[in-house]
Nanobody, 120 residues
């Protein structure tokens, strides 16, 4: 069973940056496709970025967010630049055995989430 723990959320002003981290344990991290999702109040959880051997981004974050992973550290990161108030959400990392999927139901492992708040 894979456990995922996110960190790095917080409060930041619009235009600022944050880096989220997600540490994995209990499984073979390199075999998993890793994604970052987010959920704003009253909205559905949405895909933000994913990484296997290549990366995949939602249009809403493309060019501002970068996902990368360090398999030696069993950690995936999300570097978020040029943050906007509409990026405010709880951010979740997730792991899937289905590569390049952006569909939440195909992710088997989820972290507890970390709050990101962007003030205007």
């Amino acid at each position: 069973q894979v456990q995922l723990v996110e960190s790095g959320g917080g409060l930041v002003q619009a235009g600022g940056s944050l880096r989220l981290s997600c540490a994995a344990s209990g499984g073979t991290f390199s075999n998993l496709y890793m994604g970052w999702f987010r959920q704003a109040p009253g909205k559905e959880r949405e895909f933000g970025a994913g990484i296997g051997r290549s990366t995949k981004y939602a249009d809403s974050v493309k060019g501002r967010f970068t996902i990368f992973r360090d398999n030696a550290k069993n950690t995936v990161y999300l570097q978020m630049n040029s943050l906007k108030p509409e990026d405010t959400a709880v951010y979740y990392c997730a792991g899937s055995t289905i590569w390049r999927t952006a569909t939440a139901k195909f992710y088997d492992y989820w972290g507890q989430g970390t709050q990101v708040t962007v003030s205007s």
